[in-house]
């Protein structure tokens, strides 16, 4: 399975263009503003969730000067799956400003979860150089993206949980506000939801930290440093620990009944595996990732990715299940001196990837030559 061509109409800041891709790494260059950014995001939609940059389906329309709202968009795929099997995947909007973005497989309405079925993006952005010194919630999603795209269901079982979340903290501030007690019925539903989903949540996190912490030890010593990762929370320590999940539900039930009031009073869920976070040491330093510079936090990070790539394409050719990855690297040579760049992109070319990164100057690709495709890309247009 592999993309042969991507295909944007009315995206972001291109009104119409496509994409061939060949077998190896494409190079994205131009300058700052030139869309490049936009056809990694397009190809990032092709996984449950909003896309590396979390944007609504709102916003992701063409807008020319004067217009209110952004265009009906589509961004399609077409796949090579083999034995001459062509296979198109497109998502997109019907109409002018819709919140709604609709997802189909050969023309046929799926869930966006289907997508997975045939490609597994997994992105790096600057956004992430900081990773581990930023905000708790935005490590807890990058984690669980790595996660899902392993294991499916895991994002609709994030999303189940969430929404139990939102629903009971409703319930409780509108008691506070009109001052009665909330339904203990419903809480109890509510909670027993919680303990449900967030243990299930809890494993899946507890399993893939032990997955990608060997991809990261069978490494070795390569130009990326090394972490060790841990797993902040109550119930992702228990599934560590090897609780089980009606063990690690049943705390989360009996955490969330002891909560209500402080959640109440506060007006915030203050207990739960959405508390939780993903933790870093750097091995060589002995020190906490957070307190590295962006360079070494970018490339501990890296490495992350690459052990996740690993496995994910591992687990893709030998049987056990799960489409090969895809890998989109925005401003990829940022902040990676020469060394780190060239092992990155051997790495990258070892591994059989399709690999999109993005850079302003085709220079800081130069390792890549012969083994990449360079595409320009300046004012809405892909030049070869």
Same mark, same amino acid.
């Given at each position: 399975?592999?993309?042969?061509?991507?295909?944007?109409?009315?995206?972001?800041?291109?009104?119409?263009?496509?994409?061939?891709?060949?077998?190896?790494?494409?190079?994205?260059?131009?300058?700052?503003?030139?869309?490049?950014?936009?056809?990694?995001?397009?190809?990032?939609?092709?996984?449950?969730?909003?896309?590396?940059?979390?944007?609504?389906?709102?916003?992701?329309?063409?807008?020319?000067?004067?217009?209110?709202?952004?265009?009906?968009?589509?961004?399609?795929?077409?796949?090579?799956?083999?034995?001459?099997?062509?296979?198109?995947?497109?998502?997109?909007?019907?109409?002018?400003?819709?919140?709604?973005?609709?997802?189909?497989?050969?023309?046929?309405?799926?869930?966006?979860?289907?997508?997975?079925?045939?490609?597994?993006?997994?992105?790096?952005?600057?956004?992430?150089?900081?990773?581990f010194s930023d905000a708790r919630a935005d490590r807890l999603k990058f984690f669980?993206?790595?996660?899902?795209?392993a294991d499916p269901d895991h994002a609709s079982i994030v999303s189940g949980y969430?929404?139990?979340?939102?629903?009971?903290?409703?319930?409780?501030?509108?008691?506070?506000?009109?001052?009665?007690?909330?339904?203990?019925?419903?809480?109890?539903?509510?909670?027993?939801?919680?303990?449900?989903?967030?243990?299930?949540?809890?494993? #899946?996190?507890?399993?893939?930290?032990g997955a990608l912490q060997a991809g990261i030890d069978d490494r070795g010593d390569?130009?990326?440093?090394?972490?060790?990762?841990?797993?902040?929370?109550? #119930?992702?320590?228990? #599934?560590?620990?090897?609780?089980?999940?009606?063990?690690?539900?049943?705390?989360?039930?009996?955490?969330?009944?002891?909560?209500?009031?402080?959640?109440?009073?506060?007006?915030?869920?203050?207990?739960?595996?959405?508390?939780?976070?993903?933790?870093?040491?750097?091995?060589?330093?002995?020190?906490?990732?957070?307190?590295?510079?962006?360079?070494?936090?970018?490339?501990?990070?890296?490495?992350?990715?690459?052990?996740?790539?690993?496995?994910?394409?591992?687990?893709?050719?030998?049987?056990?299940?799960?489409?090969?990855?895809?890998?989109?690297?925005?401003?990829?040579?940022?902040?990676?001196?020469?060394?780190?760049?060239?092992?990155?992109?051997?790495?990258?070319?070892?591994?059989?990837?399709?690999?999109?990164?993005?850079?302003?100057?085709?220079?800081?690709?130069?390792?890549?030559?012969?083994?990449?495709?360079?595409?320009?890309?300046?004012?809405?247009?892909?030049?070869?």
């Amino acid at each position: 399975m592999s993309i042969q061509s991507l295909t944007l109409t009315d995206f972001r800041s291109y009104a119409s263009a496509t994409l061939p891709v060949g077998s190896g790494p494409v190079v994205l260059h131009g300058p700052n503003g030139a869309g490049k950014t936009n056809l990694l995001e397009a190809l990032s939609l092709f996984t449950p969730g909003r896309g590396l940059r979390s944007a609504t389906a709102q916003e992701m329309g063409r807008r020319e000067p004067g217009e209110a709202v952004g265009r009906a968009w589509a961004v399609a795929l077409t796949l090579d799956g083999g034995d001459g099997e062509e296979i198109r995947l497109g998502t997109g909007t019907q109409a002018a400003g819709a919140s709604r973005r609709i997802v189909r497989i050969d023309g046929e309405t799926a869930q966006p979860g289907r997508f997975l079925d045939f490609l597994r993006p997994v992105w790096a952005t600057p956004e992430q150089d900081r990773l581990f010194s930023d905000a708790r919630a935005d490590r807890l999603k990058f984690f669980d993206r790595l996660v899902f795209a392993a294991d499916p269901d895991h994002a609709s079982i994030v999303s189940g949980y969430e929404k139990a979340l939102r629903e009971r903290l409703r319930l409780l501030t509108d008691g506070v506000e009109h001052g009665r007690a909330a339904d203990p019925l419903w809480l109890d539903a509510l909670e027993a939801r919680l303990g449900e989903t967030g243990a299930r949540a809890a494993v #899946a996190r507890a399993g893939a930290l032990g997955a990608l912490q060997a991809g990261i030890d069978d490494r070795g010593d390569r130009p990326f440093p090394q972490a060790d990762l841990g797993l902040t929370g109550e #119930a992702e320590q228990a #599934a560590l620990d090897g609780a089980g999940e009606e063990a690690i539900a049943a705390a989360i039930r009996d955490g969330m009944a002891r909560s209500r009031g402080r959640d109440a009073a506060s007006g915030r869920s203050l207990f739960g595996p959405h508390r939780s976070d993903l933790t870093a040491l750097h091995r060589e330093k002995r020190r906490p990732a957070a307190e590295g510079s962006s360079g070494e936090q970018k490339a501990l990070v890296l490495n992350l990715i690459l052990a996740q790539v690993t496995r994910l394409k591992s687990a893709s050719a030998n049987g056990g299940g799960g489409a090969p990855p895809v890998l989109l690297l925005d401003e990829a040579p940022a902040h990676l001196d020469t060394r780190r760049r060239a092992a990155l992109f051997d790495e990258i070319e070892a591994l059989g990837l399709q690999a999109f990164m993005t850079g302003t100057e085709a220079l800081l690709f130069e390792e890549l030559k012969g083994r990449a495709r360079f595409v320009r890309v300046e004012g809405g247009a892909l030049i070869d």
